[in-house]
């Protein structure tokens, strides 16, 4: 009976308020105390009759590793054998930062040599991911102000982030050709494409009248089967878009609209320069993109893509493949893309791209996924499927209807789209975008495909303990952000946050007061249990809210953050160090220049 009395005395003194901290621990959690996963060695010895101690036959795993019978000799160098570090389930980190947002000298981020440069220093600070936002042309007639989700072509790479520079390197342009270099810490979308579309321009075309390894590499890209299908319907498109001046194809000549072949024949026969240089310039993007990719794979980076779940009404891919989604028989959308009211607005978001035919879809086996799949993977090493609730079930708004609310759930492919693209392609890497209404049936749709789900910090101290953007509620397959391209910067996120959410953050993090808020959620994040932590390069710098890239259900004024003009990466090594320490801490370091087995690990650590 003292025994007894002896471990309920010391349970209720663990469970009170005077030595339990004020916040929830866990094991994601970088404050553990060690006496709450230590109780006296005395008190369980003594103890022992009371409590029930599970057995384990751990002699019999150990024979049959060994091939040795049960009571034998193990081999002399038993000790030795410690457990193997599966690559897959290393943890690891990165940072967001598309593209357009690196620093340069025409006035928007390109794949010259400041993606080079954001590579090293990615390398100096121990990072393996960089994720970029979709590189898609965002589209120019609809007001869609440089939005990479609104893009005219789910395949084409946006022309804008091509290199000047580097076009001067493969002698397609001249030096004396380039322009003025302009200091701008924003991106005017529409006076970047004044400046360099004629220029790129001009390089495909000198590309197509050369000869030599780059021509010979131009008609290998063109030919590749890959390729050819959505980039010649890309190519037609624009070709008849730039003929007439109207906000969609809907409004096209009828023969154009249904795409009758005389009259592509005729627009091939009046555009043809067009359409050839058009695809001389996907070719110059694919060539540059790749040369930073392999550069990101001699640093042990992998990139980390992003795929709009829907497409824009005026692009190749509805007016290429309309019996793909629901439009009627002029070829008008009947429904239209959204989401119901959410965090980021009190009427829901109506985005207003057309929906799948996902009936017609399934019975051809998906075909056009598949293409998109394809392309996806050979832009990135992995990918982010933006708004992955749609697969399970998906917000249908009628098409004349001006705000979200006036729609209804319906039910998506599930996992039968799934299914054909691990038949065809073989398994994706993936990252499943689940935030917003998560019901039932997107999780069980993620985990029966193995994809990692999201967390994201700043949506997590606003409810209770159970709020799964919490660290202690993560899980291991997941992806921990301190925001992402939609959420404030975490400095403009904590200077418009109400009191109450500043306290309840200050006791998650066992501060009594913020001095660099930012740096302390970074870390957060990378203390937490999920397998994948990124962090946007705004809150690296610590930049507020001017630095945000989007603002969810706003048209204007989004999608055109730069690095600041004073920030150089050479100039970043105290971040970059800072960066370092903390993945080291946590076991996140690039897997190129960590250590390789658990007991080295624990040496390392030691």
């Given at each position: 009976m003292a025994i007894v009395n002896s471990l309920s005395t010391t349970v209720s003194l663990l469970s009170s308020n005077h030595l339990l901290p004020s916040r929830p621990y866990s094991r994601s959690s970088r404050f553990l105390p060690i006496s709450l996963f230590s109780p006296p060695l005395r008190l369980i010895s003594s103890a022992r009759s009371s409590?029930?101690?599970?057995?384990?036959?751990?002699?019999?795993v150990s024979a049959s590793l060994f091939n040795v019978c049960v009571g034998e000799d193990l081999p002399i160098d038993y000790g030795d054998h410690f457990p193997k570090v599966d690559p897959n389930d290393l943890q690891r980190a990165g940072i967001l930062l598309h593209p357009t947002s690196l620093p340069g000298p025409h006035g928007i981020g390109d794949f010259g040599e400041q993606a080079f440069r954001f590579l090293?220093?990615?390398?100096?600070?121990?990072?393996?991911?960089?994720?970029?936002l979709p590189l898609v042309p965002p589209g120019r007639k609809g007001n869609e102000e440089g939005s990479p989700y609104s893009g005219q072509d789910a395949n084409c790479g946006n022309i804008l982030l091509i290199s000047l520079e580097e076009l001067v390197k493969d002698g397609l342009l001249m030096k004396e050709e380039l322009p003025k270099p302009i200091d701008v810490d924003r991106v005017n979308f529409s006076t970047v494409a004044e400046i360099k579309d004629p220029l790129v321009a001009k390089a495909a075309e000198r590309l197509i009248m050369s000869e030599g390894e780059l021509r010979t590499q131009l008609e290998d890209f063109r030919k590749d089967p890959n390729v050819s299908g959505w980039l010649e319907d890309a190519a037609y498109f624009a070709a008849i878009d730039s003929t007439f001046n109207t906000l969609s194809w809907y409004d096209w000549p009828q023969a154009l609209k249904d795409r009758h072949l005389s009259a592509l024949?005729?627009?091939?026969?009046?555009?043809?320069?067009?359409?050839?240089?058009?695809?001389g310039q996907q070719f110059i993007f694919q060539r540059q993109w790749q040369k930073v990719r392999d550069y990101a794979r001699k640093k042990g980076i992998k990139i980390m893509g992003d795929m709009p779940i829907y497409v824009g009404y005026h692009s190749a891919d509805v007016w290429a493949n309309k019996k793909q989604f629901l439009l009627n028989r002029n070829g008008f959308p009947l429904l239209v893309s959204g989401v119901p009211p959410d965090f980021f607005s009190e009427t829901g978001q109506l985005w207003g791209s057309p929906l799948y035919d996902w009936k017609s879809m399934e019975k051809d086996g998906f075909p056009w996924w598949i293409r998109r799949i394809?392309?996806?993977?050979?832009?990135?090493?992995?990918?982010?499927?933006?708004?992955?609730?749609?697969?399970?079930?998906?917000?249908?708004?009628?098409?004349?209807a001006k705000i979200a609310t006036l729609g209804r759930w319906k039910a998506g492919p599930g996992k039968s789209l799934f299914d054909a693209i691990f038949k065809t392609i073989g398994k994706i890497d993936i990252i499943a975008e689940d935030l917003g209404v998560i019901t039932e049936d997107v999780v069980q749709l993620r985990k029966s495909i193995g994809a990692p789900g999201m967390a994201v910090l700043q949506f997590g101290f606003g409810s209770d303990a159970e709020n799964p953007h919490l660290p202690h509620n993560h899980e291991q397959n997941q992806v921990v952000y301190t925001?992402?391209?939609?959420?404030?910067t975490v400095r403009g996120w904590w200077d418009n946050l109400p009191q109450e959410e500043k306290s309840n953050v200050l006791k998650y993090l066992s501060l009594t007061k913020e001095d660099d808020i930012s740096w302390e959620m970074i870390q957060l994040a990378l203390s937490?249990?999920?397998?994948?932590?990124?962090?946007p390069m705004q809150d690296i710098l610590k930049l507020g809210s001017l630095a945000r890239m989007n603002i969810p259900a706003t048209q204007f004024g989004n999608w055109n953050w730069r690095i600041p003009a004073s920030v150089s990466f050479n100039g970043l090594g105290t971040e970059a160090a800072r960066l370092r320490d903390l993945l080291s801490l946590y076991g996140r370091l690039s897997v190129n220049q960590e250590v390789t087995s658990i007991r080295e690990l624990n040496l390392h650590q030691a």
């Open positions: 409590i029930s101690i599970p057995q384990f036959r751990g002699g019999d090293d220093w990615l390398h100096d600070a121990g990072c393996s991911i960089w994720q970029v024949e005729l627009i091939y026969q009046n555009k043809m320069d067009f359409i050839n240089i058009f695809i394809r392309r996806a993977q050979s832009l990135y090493d992995e990918f982010r499927i933006d708004h992955f609730r749609g697969f399970a079930g998906f917000w249908a708004v009628p098409s004349e925001g992402t391209h939609d959420n404030d937490s249990v999920a397998k994948t932590a990124i962090i």
